[in-house]
Structures are given as structure tokens and as C-alpha cells.
């Protein structure tokens, strides 16, 4: 393909990928300062909470950003099932709320420290005179603290907006749509013009936003009202201008799920041109993991996607018998309709397994024919592979039965 078509398709899908990571990033933004901003006046008036209100914000700020969003899926998760058995409602657990509430809690912290920094740093003198004017101190906190404090409160939004809108890119995972998809996508697929453009548009997203902020910061300072004005105006274009596409109808769409390699892209993509000519309208999740995209299935996050029998057999029914692969299909069609209500369409026709490679000049200087000559000569060798292999039960049979060891192991 050349890159020509990868830039239009990369255009093509901009409106999508941009309005979903626009308006994370702003719900993310805002409520994060709905709960910072109190916190911080409440930490200005108690140095008690002071302490372990920042604590608990940087120790936050130490997980990572992945890390972060996948811990909250299992999470709410759990809390689905539970509201669902006792109360009669669920919620989804997949997508856009595990990501604003991991964002949420990642913009706390340069708000946090940024208000109680500004407010502690107030001249004694103007704390005295409020007070002997006859203002209490919650009235000089919001009357002359504040406002004087606000100019360095800003310059924590802004730290904290720029923070928010790079780590939704991280969100793609846990299938929120984001500019994220152009480089989980890219790398996968080595599509070096998607992940370039999706570095790029995020960047310009956050320089755009923190100029306009910078702007906003400058008004106040210098108060001036048409930099205030000016500074809103062009933070209500943006946002409106890239959410717009999301007002189209989009119907009941069914969405595709795929885990994170290229032939579940094109497996995605496969289906999805199936479903438009039938004229049902789709929806994709891309970069998914095994564990991840099937729980998202029974908790109908997803609704359809292409899995493996072994992944399943092993990973979810946890068999380590090997009855032959028309057994095995039948016997997790059955399980899966039995435990979850997921019906099984059938199978596609082709065996896809893990397979161990080596260059073959490399296998004839070591005199290696199979697993057992590798075995003798893995403590030298290294050995790469995908994020899931080196924790699936397949590999853990391998490495004991033949008791290999590799020398470095890169994933």
C-alpha cells in the first residue's frame, strides 16, 4: 500500500479517533477538578490533610499510565456483576469509563500541588489585613487568597490538561477509541505513517490546548478581559469543532473486537466489511487482550470478535487434556454456552498455533533439529515473542517438558 492511501486512511479516521479523545480528555480534566480543587482548599486550611492528600496523588503519579487504566477494567469489572446481581443493573465496564476514572485520578495531582503551593505562598501581611477587615478565614481564603493564588493554579491545569490528553493515548487497551489507536494499530502492523500521525495529532491537541490555557493564565494576571474572552472562545471552537462528529446517529451499532496483532486487525476488518454489506452499521476495539476482549464479550461490551480454541480451552476452561480439535471445539462451544450464553458461530477453517522460528544459517551452525537439540543451547540464545506467550499455560508446558531456559526473553 503506498503512503499515499495510509495518510488518506489516516485522515479518514481522524473525526472518530479525535472526538473520543477530546471528549475523554475534557470529562477527565473536569472531574479531576471537581474533586482537586476542593481537596486543595480544604488541604490549605488543614495541614493534616495536607500531607497525605499529596501523598496519595503522587503515589498515583508513580503507576504507570497503562498500568493504571487496565487495573480499573477488572475492577469495575467486578462491581458490574455485583450491582447487576444485587440491584437488577449493570453498567459497561469496557472503554470509556475505566479510562476517565484512571485520568481522572492522573490529573489530581499537579492541581493538588499547584493550589496548595499557590495559596501557601500568599504574603502573611494580606492574610492579616482580610482578617482585620473582619473577614473570617473561609472569606479571605475565597475573596483575596484565591484570586491572587489563581495565576500558579492555572499553571497546575495546564500541567495536568497536557498530562491527560498524552496519557489517553494509552487507552486504546481497554478498548476506548482514541488517537491511541493510530500508533497501537501502527506498531503492530509496523505502519510507521499511523504512528507518526497519531504522535503528531496528539502533540498538536496539547500544545493547542495548553496555549489557550497559557492565555487564560495571562488574562488573569494582566486582567485582561479580551485575552479572557478570546482564550474561551477558542477553547469552546476546539472542543466543539472535535466533538461535532460524534452528534451524527450513529444507530445500534455492533461493535468488533480485536486483540493486538495484525491478523486480528484484518480479521476485524473482515468482519466488519461483512456486517456493511449487510447494511448493519459497526463499531471497532481494537488492541484488546485474550483475557480482556472476552470478559468484554460476556459483559456484552463486546459483540463479536474471532478467538482460538486453544486461548479458551486453556486460558478460560483451564483443561490441560488434548481430546483432538473436533472435541475440542464442540466441548467449548458447549462451555461457552453453558457458562456465559456466548454462542459459538463455528470455526474459520484454519489452525493458527504458536510455532518456535530461528534463521536457519544460525539452526545449521548449532546442528539444531528440534525442540530437544534447542533445549542444550537456549541458556545462549534469546528468545522474543508476543505479550501473552510467555504467561500462557502452552509455554510453562514447553519450557518444563524440555526444561529450556533462555537467556534473555523479550517480549
Known sequence: MSSTSLWQQAFARLPDY?????????????????????????????????????????????????????LFYPLLLILSGFTH?????????????????????????????????????????????????????????????????????????????????????????????????????????????????????AAVLALVIDRLLALVQDGLMQRSRWRLRLAFAGLVAVIAASLFPMLAPSGNAVVVGTKSFEEQYVLGALIQDRLEKADITSARRDGLG????????????????????????????????????????DQTAAWLMRKHGIRMVGALGFENAYALAMRADKAKALHINSIADLAAYASRLKVGGDFEIFSRPEWRALTTAYGIKFGVQRQ
Not at 480544604?42 to 493534616?48: P, Y
Not at 490533610?49 to 503515589?59: D, E, Q, V
Not at 464479550?297 to 473436533?326: C, K
Open 18 to 70: 479525535l472526538s473520543q479523545h477530546v471528549l475523554l480528555s475534557v470529562s477527565a480534566l473536569a472531574l479531576g477538578l471537581a474533586i482537586s480543587l476542593p481537596l486543595a482548599l480544604l488541604a490549605a486550611q488543614s495541614r493534616l490533610l495536607r500531607g497525605p492528600m499529596l501523598g496519595f496523588a503522587s503515589i498515583v503519579q508513580t503507576i504507570p499510565g497503562l498500568a493504571l487504566l487496565a
Open 85 to 201: 446481581s444485587v440491584f437488577g443493573f449493570s453498567f459497561q465496564a469496557l472503554g470509556f469509563l475505566p479510562a476517565l476514572l484512571a485520568l481522572t485520578l492522573y490529573s489530581m495531582l499537579p492541581v493538588l500541588r499547584n493550589t496548595i503551593t499557590g495559596l501557601a505562598g500568599i504574603d502573611p501581611a494580606v492574610k492579616m489585613a482580610a482578617r482585620g477587615v473582619g473577614m473570617t478565614s473561609w472569606q479571605s481564603l475565597l475573596i483575596v487568597e484565591l484570586p491572587l493564588a489563581t495565576p500558579i493554579i492555572i499553571a497546575g491545569i495546564r500541567t495536568a490538561a497536557v498530562w491527560v490528553i498524552g496519557t489517553a493515548t494509552l487507552s486504546t487497551p481497554v478498548g476506548q477509541t482514541s488517537l491511541g489507536n493510530y500508533i497501537f494499530t501502527g506498531l503492530q502492523t509496523e505502519n510507521w505513517v499511523f504512528v507518526l500521525f497519531g504522535c503528531v495529532a
Open 290 to 329: 485474550s483475557t480482556v476482549i472476552f470478559h468484554a464479550l460476556a459483559a456484552n461490551d463486546v459483540d463479536v470478535y474471532v478467538d482460538y480454541s486453544g486461548t479458551i480451552w486453556t486460558n478460560e476452561m483451564h483443561r490441560t487434556d488434548m481430546p483432538g480439535r473436533r472435541a475440542v471445539l
